[in-house]
Each structure stands twice: as structure tokens, then as C-alpha cells.
């Protein structure tokens, strides 16, 4: 059974960092695009920022130049950094990662639990 398990969330003042981590275990044969999403109270989940394999990043427009994403292949992590919060970054962040079983020949999308990040003004 393969688990995503984030951590790293918490509350800070605006203007403050945090670094999330996520770590996926199990039977893993190899990952593919590992990523972040965030959720705030009464709206769609969407995308933070993206990472494949290969290390090349996608963000969404409201976090570039702040966050930054990266993956330790070895030990099947990816972490956001996230530096300048503001209070619109609040939200309920969760890591996603396209996981490919040993003994499978595809892939499967995984979610992790999600972790609060709480932003003050």
C-alpha cells in the first residue's frame, strides 16, 4: 500500500516561510510528476506547482517568485518551499504524486492527506 505523508504545515505571519515535505512509501517501482494543490474554505482545489522526474517545474501565477518546489528522487519526497506568505495562501495543501507500483506497468495518481497552512495578517 503506498502512502503520501505531508508534513511541515503550521501558522505564520504574513511575510513569513514554511517548507512542506511529503514522502511517498510503499512498493514504489518509480514516480513520475509529483506536485502540490491547495484548497481554501469554500473553493476549488488548484494547482500550486508541479515537478516531474527530470526536475523541470510548472507554477501557478500567484506563488512564482515565492515557492519553490523540488524532489529528492532517492528518498521519494518532493518539498514546497514557501517563502513571502500572504494571507491568500491559507489553505489546505495537499500532495499529489503519479506513483508506479513494483510489478505494475502504469501508472496511479496518489493523494496525501493534505496539511493547514495558516497565513495572518
Known amino acids: 500500500q503506498v502512502q503520501l505523508v505531508e508534513s511541515g504545515g503550521g501558522l505564520v505571519q504574513a511575510g513569513g516561510s514554511l517548507r512542506l515535505s511529503c514522502a511517498a512509501s510503499g512498493t514504489i517501482f518509480s514516480i513520475n510528476v509529483m506536485g502540490w494543490y491547495r484548497q481554501a474554505p469554500g473553493k476549488q482545489r488548484e494547482l500550486v506547482a508541479l515537478i516531474t522526474h527530470g526536475g523541470t517545474t510548472t507554477y501557478a501565477d500567484s506563488v512564482k517568485g515565492r515557492f519553490t518546489i523540488s524532489r529528492d528522487n532517492a528518498k521519494n519526497t518532493v518539498y514546497l518551499q514557501m517563502n513571502s506568505l500572504k494571507p491568500e495562501d491559507t489553505a489546505v495543501y495537499y500532495c499529489?504524486?503519479?506513483?508506479?507500483?513494483?510489478?505494475?506497468?502504469?501508472?496511479?495518481?496518489?493523494w496525501g492527506q493534505g496539511t493547514q497552512v495558516t497565513v495572518s495578517s
Open positions: 499529489n504524486a503519479d506513483i508506479r507500483y513494483s510489478g505494475s506497468s502504469y501508472y496511479t495518481p496518489r
